[in-house]
T-cell receptor, first 115, second 114 residues
Framework: DTGVSQDPRHKITKRGQNVTFRCDPI?????LYWYRQTLGQGPEFLTY????????KSRLLSDRFSAERPKGSFSTLEIQRTEQGDSAMYLC?????????????FGPGTRLLVL | AQSVTQLGSHVSVSEGALVLLRCNYS??????LFWYVQYPNQGLQLLLK??????LVKGINGFEAEFKKSETSFHLTKPSAHMSDAAEYFC????????????FGKGTRLHILP
């Protein structure tokens, strides 16, 4: 299976701890997206990369959140000093904008619980 | 700003009955429209999308949706529900010149009754 993968699938942490999530996109995709999904809501855009460049960040992305895609392949999303309100599913998606309308393909998500 | 409204957070239909999930959008520019499905503990899977051209769009698993500009709607239908269709369905919109940024609705959970 060469779809989008995310690691870990589940993370439980205590308030104030730092956590890091990883996303591996479909190999030929140049765009990578992070979304947050809380219970009963649709995914909300956080940020996206084209190759290694971070092109846009949502206002939802506070200064405790940082994302990187150093070599234009996998990406990491770090949350520092976690808060209970950070509990959510963090979804990664990838796409290619080369040729036609892009379709975003989603990974299975990382479910974060902050105690 | 773009937005999506999904009517009904929960919809129940009997197995074999018609599925109709409603979606209305708001966009100041011609939109791209999407329906995604999410099964429990999984990511989102694209069912279908409308970009340009034919307003009736066919997707996977027997689903289809019709873009109606005059009604600003993009309702999802399936003639005969199957138990495996039970899932959460999300309607989404993006701008034609910004198909990198998708705005999702809050979702509709579809329940299939035996």
């Amino acid at each position: 299976d060469t779809g989008v993968s995310q690691d870990p699938r589940h993370k439980i942490t205590k308030r104030g701890q730092n956590v890091t999530f990883r996303c591996d996109p479909i190999s030929e995709h140049n765009r990578l997206y992070w979304y947050r999904q809380t219970l009963g809501q649709g995914p909300e855009f956080l940020t996206y990369f084209q190759n290694e460049a971070q092109l846009e960040k949502s206002r939802l992305l506070s200064d405790r959140f940082s994302a990187e895609r150093p070599k234009g392949s996998f990406s990491t999303l770090e949350i520092q000093r976690t808060e209970q309100g950070d509990s959510a599913m963090y979804l990664c998606a990838s796409s290619s904008n080369q040729g036609g309308t892009e379709t975003q393909y989603f990974g299975p998500g990382t479910r974060l619980l902050v105690l | 700003a773009q937005s999506v409204t999904q009517l009904g957070s929960h919809v129940s239909v009997s197995e074999g009955a018609l599925v109709l999930l409603r979606c209305n959008y708001s966009s100041s520019v011609p939109p791209y429209l999407f329906w995604y499905v999410q099964y429990p503990n999984q990511g989102l899977q694209l069912l279908l999308k409308y970009t340009t051209g034919a307003t009736l769009v066919k997707g996977i698993n027997g689903f289809e949706a019709e873009f109606k500009k005059s009604e600003t709607s993009f309702h999802l239908t399936k003639p005969s529900a199957h138990m495996s269709d039970a899932a959460e369905y999300f309607c989404a919109v993006s701008e034609r010149n910004r198909d990198d940024k998708i705005i999702f609705g809050k979702g509709t959970r579809l329940h299939i009754l035996p």
